[in-house]
């Protein structure tokens, strides 16, 4: 991938260190390091006489990291989330199914609900036509077997009602 002199882009940078951060949240060796953290502070504790101020520099330690990460996990999420529905509406728009789901991300959840329903009925139906077609296959073994089933749903908005 090239970079260019928009990548000291305030906006690039932020993204950037958002998503190495993000990366390196994730790694086990970041989550042993949390827990070595959490371990001395705990030992530490008779030492401090388990005051107020050694419960402080846990609370704040872990309030001010987790606050951080929020915000940086939220814009890797939001990337990642951004990049896969772009690559799905091109599959959409290239490919055979219904250009209708070009953009459903941005119906209502209850829309978003009922379109998941009809989608699962119909995948339903048609492994069930699948099913069919091969124990009929498997009867009469001389028969070439069907064209394998195509699903398509209606769009939300269509008119149509039923499955």
């Known amino acids: ?12 940078l932020f ?11 994730g ?11 959490v371990l001395v502070w705990a030992v530490t504790g008779p030492l401090f006489h388990f005051s107020d101020k050694w419960q ?12 951080l990460m929020v915000f940086l996990i939220q814009n890797s999420q939001n990337r990642d989330s951004a990049a ?9 728009r290239t490919g055979t199914v219904q250009n ?7 119906l209502s959840a209850d829309e ?21 077609n091969a124990e009929a296959a498997r009867a009469s073994p001389t028969t070439k077997p069907p064209a394998r089933a195509r699903c398509a749903l209606e769009p939300i908005g269509s008119g149509r009602s039923g499955t």
Request: charged share 25%; hydrophobic share 45%.
């Open 56 to 67: 402080l520099v846990i609370n704040t330690g872990t309030t001010i990291v987790t606050f």
């Open 112 to 132: 978003l609900e009922e379109l998941r329903a009809r989608s699962e009925e119909r995948a339903k139906a048609v492994a069930a036509e699948i099913e069919a």
């Open 84 to 92: 896969i529905q772009v690559k799905l509406d091109e599959l959409i």
């Open 1 to 12: 991938m090239r970079h260019s002199h928009h990548d000291r882009h305030p906006r690039h």
């Open 100 to 106: 209708s789901f070009v953009g459903i991300e941005h």
């Open 15 to 25: 993204a950037s260190v958002a998503n190495k951060a993000s990366q390196a949240a």
């Open 27 to 37: 790694r086990a060796s970041t989550f042993v390091l949390a827990c070595a953290v």
